[in-house]
């Protein structure tokens, strides 16, 4: 990540001339609708799709307080999707002069899948602590292993002189001591800072090549990378772009001197910064050739030492529409004194680019050339380089290119070079003072100490060698320690208070109330593209009389079904574009109806589903495939030993019927049900006081004001009549006296053989596979609803410890264990264990877990407990339904709040070891109640 070497780019092939005709690759160029480029060039001869991100978020955007952070973005970048990482694993990336570059080749069949993950990292970026601790510390310890490295010295030394209005802006510039103190949640907002300014789509560009149509790759890309991203911070002014110093602009002779360097050599390095990207390319060709005039006379100069062609390198380096020629030489056991020597050799350089010749010119020309049409050969290398390109070139900033044509740009580059001028190279190389550095050991610079001074050579060692080592630069130094100093001293509250997170979605959840009083709560998510409307029914589970359970479910899943009816007939009719996702679910106290579409389809599509909701009716064709649907998975639900166990500790807990009916084990149900039962049940459905409205994803585009959204929802849901609504059991527990149970499990065995082909049925059955139960442990919340997301926090941590002891049981059982967070509908952690093979392992693996976890609970596990708390609760913020699925939490929630999920963040972020120490206090493991297989061993 943190190059230790200097590295010298050789892109003379993107400014190449042709003297031959051929066809160029059939590139397109589209731009998406939030501004982001695609480049795309169909391959069916490879067998992978190569998929390039690139953002022009290179060390040159650094700045003194964030340099070495745009590297460890990098490296961050593709653990920030909050998805299974697998699906990144193959990514290269690094971080270059001017871009970041994101490279993978995948298969087509995982292209879209792939370019999902990569719009979420590039746009919606989630930064956990368990990933910025190990990448942090990682960086750190390279830059400081660099920083003290002779490599280091010498790159920090040379890009400190050369650019020293801002040598930050360099791999090289990146300042140790304030890196090395930099906190996770101070390299968070550093993080979130880079991902606000420079990951925009309109910074961006993405390249796909390889067996995929390009109105698939299109498609795919408008559906992922297509998004409308807006920034929701403005972004910050580069106070550091350009910084006034007293250095001598004329001083451009220096010695570096360091005993690591080798006594019998002696390194040249020269610069020139004046030419052009082309003159700069040309030059290069020229004289790196090996039998150029530049070459043959310094291996003619018997005092410069230097053995072999090899020893000499010239090439073109670009960077932020600048360019540099950099010539370094090799001197063995040189004759002449190393000061001498470095005066001679810049002499010889001039002289043979004065002397270069039009026929050695054109040749180099010809050389330009072929290079170009070797990069072409095939699509991987085409897009390679047009990506190169991009990042160096940016048109969008150009006066002289229309970034519309940059592809004709790229291939009329052999055109540009035709008219590159010799006389121009040599005019400007003549009137420019090249930058000189030598590079000697300390013992040998000792003894021409004196002569290199009367030269005029400034003397670098490491004591002055990097920007933040030279009194120039002593203020900004002084600046940036004083802010370290004082965020290490407000780490426990200013910087919670910054966190990007928690300020970005604070009071971002607006409310608004139809006619008929049913609540809308919208959540603008602009980086979106999609808008997801979410119809919360109160009820649920809990409202099915015993005898008719499964009836809600069955009614909503209807629903669910004639919503998508009229919307496949507006897709049809061609009044939506994008036929959206439809998904329904029924859970303990309510349920919920969701429906994502394109923001673009957005008025249509509430159309669409009031109709469905309010003017169809239910018909046995709709209805039938969902009873039986409803009860089949309800028999392989009560088959479940996990479900069996969390049906009994519910008997056991509970005095309130309404559970009893919701976790009972019958298969059987829904048995006498008829459709004018339906039908009659369906009528309760249509009423406002039942609903609330969630509606999560880019609204802003879907229409021009709230007002809009509102007065359209009043046409559609607010005619639905007001029919008053019951109110939710209040929890009732029974007196648990006996907290270890056991309880007898009725197993179930599947098979996908048919009944036909099983032959008769043994009248013995003898068992050739050991089968493990599962064991279960409820253990209640005594800290109450406000410290709910602290108990859960550490119950989910906590399991990830106990997980760690099952893995280490001598016996290898494969235990797993789940957890279950607690709410106010269910008071109670469950923890389930699967695989038990004996009761008293568990016992003992729980006990000795628990009294470590109390006494371990320091400042890492309290980190430790929030990272997984992100992970583990926060991850489907990601997409619109998982927000809708967060904000109808905290609806469904004691408190009845929408953001309750913001304010848990909160609260877990701000919550101390004390905080933690406090409600682990009040959990009671020998009070918790424990339930075994009857068929579990002592």
Known sequence: MFKKVQKIFFLTILILCSSKIFANPAIEEYVLEDGMHVYLLEDFSSALVRIEFNARAGFSKQNPDNAGFFPLYTEMFKYASGQDKKILSGLESECNADSSRYTICVTPSEVKDTLKALAVCAFDPIFLDDDINRELEKAKKQVTENAFSVEGFINSSIDSRVFSESPWKHDSGIYPTIFSKTKTSSCRLLLYDIAENYYKPKNCALFIS?????????????????????????????????????????????????????????????????????????????????????????????????????????????????????????????????????????????????GISDEEFEQAGELLCNSFDLMLSDSSKTMDLLSQFWAIKDYNRESDYDSVNFIENFFSRPERIRSTSLDSIKRKVQQEKPFVFVLVNSSVFKKYEKEFQKNGFEIITVKNGSWYTQKLYAAIKDSMEKGSDSEDNSQTSEEKAEDLFFENNKNSISRYELKNHIPVFVKERSSTNTVSLCLMIEGGEITDEKNLYGLESVIVDTVAVKIKGFLYQKYMEGTI?????????????????????????????????????????????????????????????????????????????????????????????????????????????????????????????????????????????????????????????????????????????????????????????????????????????????DKEPLFNALMNDFCGILQEKCDNVVQKQNMIVMNQACDSNIPFAQITILNVKNSTTVEDIFSKAFSEYKENLDEETVKRIKANWIKKYLSRLQTNNGTNLAIKAGLDSAEAVPDKYILDYEKVMNASVEDFAEVFESFDFNNALKLYSADTKK
């Open 210 to 354: 390889g067996p995929i149509t390009k109105d698939e790759a299109l498609k795919l890309s408008e559906n992922t990378f297509g998004k409308k991203h807006v920034s929701s911070r403005a972004g910050k002014s580069d106070i550091y772009s350009k910084i006034q110093t007293d250095r001598n602009e004329k001083q451009k002779l220096f010695v570096l001197t360091d005993p690591e360097f080798s006594p019998d050599m002696t390194q040249i390095v020269i610069q020139y910064k004046s030419l052009e990207m082309e003159e700069c390319d040309y030059t290069a060709q020229v004289l790196d050739n090996n039998g150029s005039l530049f070459k043959t006379m310094a291996l003619s100069e018997s005092s410069l030492g230097i053995r072999h062609p090899q020893y000499i390198n010239a090439a073109g380096t670009h960077k932020n529409n600048s360019s540099r020629l950099i010539i370094q030489a090799l001197l063995e056991n040189p004759k002449a004194s190393p000061c001498k020597n470095a005066l001679s050799f810049t002499d010889i350089l001039e002289n043979s680019i004065s």
């Open 577 to 785: 574009k994008n036929f959206p996702d439809v998904m329904s679910q029924t859970d303990f106290t309510s349920s919920a109806i969701y429906v994502e579409c394109l923001s673009s389809d957005f008025k249509e599509v509430i159309h669409a589903f009031s109709e469905a909701l309010i003017f169809s009716d239910f018909t046995p064709a709709m209805v039938d495939p969902v009873v039986l649907q409803r009860k089949s998975s309800q028999i392989v639900k009560t088959s479940s030993p996990v479900f069996q166990l969390t049906s009994s500790a519910v008997s056991i807990l509970f005095k309130n019927k309404e559970y009893q009916t919701v976790y009972q084990t019958n298969q059987d149900i829904l048995k006498k049900l008829n459709f004018t039962e339906i039908l009659e049940a369906s009528i309760k459905l249509f009423n406002a006081d039942r609903y609330k409205i969630i509606v999560s994803g880019n609204v802003e585009e879907a229409a021009a004001s709230c007002e809009e959204i509102t007065e359209l929802f009043d046409n559609t849901f607010g005619i639905i009549p007001q029919e008053g609504i019951t109110s939710k059991p209040q929890v009732e527990l029974n007196t648990v006296n006996r907290k270890n149970r056991k309880v007898k499990l009725v197993h179930l065995f599947l098979t996908d053989v048919s009944k036909e082909k099983a032959g008769p049925r043994p009248q013995v059955l003898i068992p050739t596979t050991e089968f493990l139960d599962p064991a279960q442990f409820w253990i209640k919340n005594e800290s109450g609803n």
